[in-house]
């Protein structure tokens, strides 16, 4: 930036890319794949859609039932720049989680039966009702130590289910732990990237998209005009790829978003867009980097 401009006239965007190292006017897309580790099926459509599709990134569910085989993929594959998805819920109950935290510690993450709270309305509600700040420390450090002491480096921390953790107060020890961890955080809600921008730290400048939200009727075509599409700054998509196979259809009745996710995600069509629209695909190394050497978070 020349010392001359107002930093005021600057434009979120344009702040976002001098931060990570690109020109004003820069399209920079983040295609992270979340819910990594929740099935197999999830994990080979998500490695799949890394190392031969469009995604740059995912996000590893720590307490789930194939976090295991995630984790021992990661480790085979240590170029793949992954975040830890912070769970406090469970909307599986054919292949139930529950926290890797004792029940006996932390009582208010659970539902009267004993077990996470789904993430339907009534269940979000009820969890952010009652959900303790050290209760959630005590997990959420859990989660991010066990990847620790898999050997595992990750870039990132984000929410599964809970936009920007749902709470104020989740957010802040979220940002908190990432700034002891050397961490970045997805924030994408209005009030957060505000925060975070008079930080000087990036943040996604446009409409984060979540694929849930995306109807299935001509899917590959509404992914390939957002492409064309897609604004100067920072921009996110979480995706969720999953093969679509028996197992993910027996247990999974989101399954038929997760497998149009991965035939886009891992298409030519997808390949030839991005490169006829000079998009920069990034991971949240880049961001990283830049909230690593950030401001004070105190």
Known sequence: MDETTDPAAITPAEQSSRLLGYPPGARLLIVNCDDFGMYPAINAAVIESIEEGIASSC????????????????????RIPFGIHLTLVCEMPDIPWGPLTAK????????????????SPAGRAALLGQARPDEIELEFRAQINAVADAGLAPTHLDFHCLADGGRDDILDLTI?????????????????????RERGL??????????????????AERYARMLRDLPAGLNEWAVHPSLGDKESQAVDGGWPVRRTDYEFLTSQQARDVLQQEDIAVIDYRTVQQVWSRGTSFG
């Open 59 to 78: 996000s590893l569910m720590v307490p789930c039932p194939a976090a295991p085989q995630a984790l021992e993929m990661l480790g085979r594959r240590p």
């Open 176 to 196: 908190v732990l990432a700034a002891e961890y050397g961490l970045a955080v997805r924030v994408w809600l209005d009030p957060g990237r505000r925060t975070m």
């Open 202 to 219: 990036p943040v996604t400048d446009n409409d984060f998209l979540d694929s849930f939200s995306l109807g299935l009727e001509g899917k």
């Open 104 to 119: 006996e510690r932390v009582p208010s993450l659970l539902d009267p039966a004993g077990g996470l709270f789904p993430p």
